[in-house]
């Protein structure tokens, strides 16, 4: 029993034995046979990328990755660029160039065969990613290319639009200006095309873009410029602005209809022509201005008489009324607007002195004051001697000031008054309280230096009423003459020295010569279009 399991024993090893180098065979083959078969795949790789290019592999920008030299230049055979145009109406059309048709192949390809040499192919099976520029010499029949190039619709004459400046149009009525914007055409650049499709073609790019290369003649202005826009602007900003002038009941309104023939383009800037904006000002100051017009006057005797001189009335002020003009249209302000004056006067409408005025008869020697149309106070007066040359000068005129407590001097004389209200440069209305007597054919003897000589308390309520501006109207009337009187003697100013031959001294109310001496109130020579007049005459 012993012996016999020993025999067992050594038999059961052997099988071990067996199945253990089995096993080894079996696992070396398992791995094995992959291996080797890796082994055959990588040493055919070797084989194949002597003569390819690795993958990954980009010459001149071409992929060349698993070609060889021969499929390249094969390649190179077959290749074609699409060339992708602008129309006028902003799409866009291809057309291709075969490079067949130019020739196109490598003149030399010993720099890509020193890229083939020079890669590491016993790294074949892994992606190089490799990126070469080269100066392997590409040639192609230029001067067929440039025919091909010509030969583009885009150099067919009816196929073309010019390109076109963005630009302002003249100017409608009621509509004003417009921007109208460019139009980029389609006209091509030769030079700039031919380079763009050159390149292209050096490169084996498979498309050129010729708008996105900058092919394309543009608008050397657009609706982008930044002059164009501000003067469009200005323009819109001229033509756009309404101004209302109010003349009582009349109104003159100015608009862009008229304002556009006053711009002046000069190149890219506008302007206003001011002589032309100054021509429109003195068209309104030649209808609406009442200076120095003929005016026809109810007297307080129920007769008319016509007052031609004076210088009351509505003045306008041409020089400073253009630059303000001019001003508001720089800012493009709308709105109503009152003109500049020299001088104003009681009412736009006519008659315009209103119904608040002193009306002076010089032939009666009598006053009349109304407020609002109602004769408030009357007076007689005495005006100034007309035999010594100091007649008071008829006409339209308007106080030039009051004032209170005024001495009235010369050169031989003071001569204090309480009321003082000048309106005709030197000639004016004041209490004269060294006088006892008033009206009647005084004023013919006895008369002022030109002033209106008036009693205190007349003087006193005359001075409450009016103020600045207050039309004073003096006129003559015949068949007003006044009665008579028995000589008075003569009744000198205080402070007057009478010289030997009992003439009183000519004062500051009235220069000899009985003609007023002009002040800022009235026109000076050449400020106005038309002739300025004297005064008094």
Not at 221 to 243: G, M, P
Not at 393 to 398: D, E, H, K
Request: net charge negative; aromatic share 10%.
């Amino acid at each position: 029993m012993r012996l016999q399991f020993r025999h067992r024993g050594k038999a059961g090893q052997k099988e071990k034995i067996s199945d253990k180098k089995k096993g080894i065979l079996v696992a070396a083959l398992i791995i094995g046979v992959p291996v080797l078969g890796l082994l055959v795949v990588y040493i055919a790789g070797l084989g194949r990328y002597q003569s390819c290019f690795l993958n990954g592999t980009v010459i001149d920008e071409v992929d060349v990755s698993g070609m060889s030299i021969p499929e390249l230049e094969e390649q190179i055979g077959k290749y074609s660029l699409r060339v992708i145009e602008r129309q006028a109406d902003g799409t866009t059309l291809e057309e291709e160039i075969p490079g067949k048709d130019i020739g196109i192949s490598y003149i030399s390809t010993e720099p890509l065969e020193a890229i083939l040499q020079g890669q590491n192919r016993f790294l074949w099976f892994v992606k190089q990613d490799a990126d070469y520029r080269t100066d392997a010499p590409l040639f192609y029949e230029e001067s067929v290319l440039e025919e091909k190039v010509d030969k583009l619709r885009g150099f067919q004459k009816e196929f073309i639009e010019e390109p076109a400046d963005a630009y302002i149009t003249d100017y409608v009525p009621g509509q004003g200006f417009e921007l109208v914007a460019e139009k980029q055409g389609n006209r091509l650049n030769r030079e700039r095309t031919v380079e763009a499709i050159k390149t292209a073609v050096e490169r084996l790019e498979g498309q050129v873009d010729l708008e996105a290369a900058g092919c394309y003649e543009e608008p050397a202005i657009t609706s982008e410029n930044a002059e164009l826009k501000k003067t469009y602007e200005k323009l819109q900003n001229y033509t756009n602005t309404v101004i209302t002038y109010t003349f009582g009941s009349e109104r003159e309104t100015l608009d862009g209809d008229t304002i556009v023939d006053w711009i002046v383009l000069d190149g890219e800037h506008a302007s206003l022509d001011r002589e032309a904006v100054e021509a429109y000002v003195s068209s309104l100051r030649k209808k609406h201005d009442t200076i120095f017009h003929k005016r026809k006057f109810m007297t307080s005797y129920g007769k008319e008489v016509t007052i031609d001189l004076g210088d009351y009335g509505w003045w306008m002020d041409t020089g400073q009324e253009t630059e303000e003009l001019i001003a508001m249209l720089e800012r493009g302000e709308s709105g109503e607007r009152v003109p500049v004056y020299r001088q104003t006067a009681a009412s736009y409408d006519d008659p315009d002195y209103g119904d608040s005025y002193v009306e002076i008869n010089l032939t009666a020697q009598h006053l009349f004051l109304y407020q609002n149309g109602e004769c408030v106070l009357e007076s007689d007066f005495v005006s100034g001697n007309p035999s010594r040359g100091n007649a008071t000068p008829a006409g339209i005129y308007g106080i030039t000031y009051k004032e209170r407590d005024a001495t009235l001097t010369g050169e031989t004389y003071r001569t204090p008054v309480s009321f003082w209200m000048p309106f005709n440069n030197n000639v004016g209305m004041h209490d004269a309280s060294w006088r006892s007597e008033f009206g009647g054919n005084i004023y013919t003897t006895n008369g002022s230096h030109g002033c209106i000589n008036l009693p205190y308390s007349v003087a006193q309520e005359i001075y409450g009423y009016v103020e600045k501006g207050t039309p004073v109207i003096c006129y003559h009337l015949p068949g007003t003459e006044p009665e008579p009187l028995p000589e008075i003697p003569v009744e000198p100013e205080p402070g007057v020295e009478t010289p030997e031959g009992g003439s009183a001294v000519p004062g500051p109310e009235q220069p000899e010569g009985g003609l007023a001496v002009p002040e800022s109130g009235q026109p000076e020579a050449g400020a106005e279009p038309e002739p300025v007049q004297d005064a008094v005459q």
